[in-house]
């Protein structure tokens, strides 16, 4: 069975951080290190966009609209894949999700259940 849990969800005011997590399970995921990983999210009402993704090597790629005030990271050794989020604004409210995949254009292969984050004005 796979499996990606996210945590780290919550209500934040404008300017604020949150810290998202990642935690993958099963034999698909074994090992982790082999294995690209990526951060997703969808607002109310509008398309799931790509955040940031993280490569084996631990290589990273960015949305322009996240460029300098998220970071993307990894621990292999516990399986998990982070999104440490800073200067939050209002138009970050979404549910984020995690992902694993490969290519450019990136195609997902697995997904998790979703973490809300709401950033208030």
């Known amino acids: 069975q796979v499996q990606l849990v996210e945590s780290g969800g919550g209500f934040v005011q404008t300017g604020g951080s949150l810290r998202l997590s990642c935690v993958a399970s099963?034999?698909?995921?074994?090992?982790?290190?082999?294995?690209?990983m990526a951060w997703y999210r969808q607002a109310p009402g509008k398309q799931r966009e790509e955040v940031a993704q993280v490569y084996i090597g631990g290589g990273a790629k960015y949305a322009d609209s996240v460029q300098g005030r998220f970071t993307i990271s990894r621990d292999n050794a516990k399986n998990a894949v982070y999104l440490q989020m800073n200067n939050l604004n209002p138009d970050d409210t979404a549910v984020y999700y995690c992902?694993?995949?490969?290519?450019?254009?990136?195609?997902?292969?697995?997904w998790g259940q979703g973490t809300q984050v709401t950033v208030s004005s």
């Open positions: 099963g034999q698909d995921f074994d090992p982790f290190s082999r294995y690209a």
């Open positions: 992902n694993r995949g490969f290519g450019s254009p990136w195609m997902a292969e697995y």
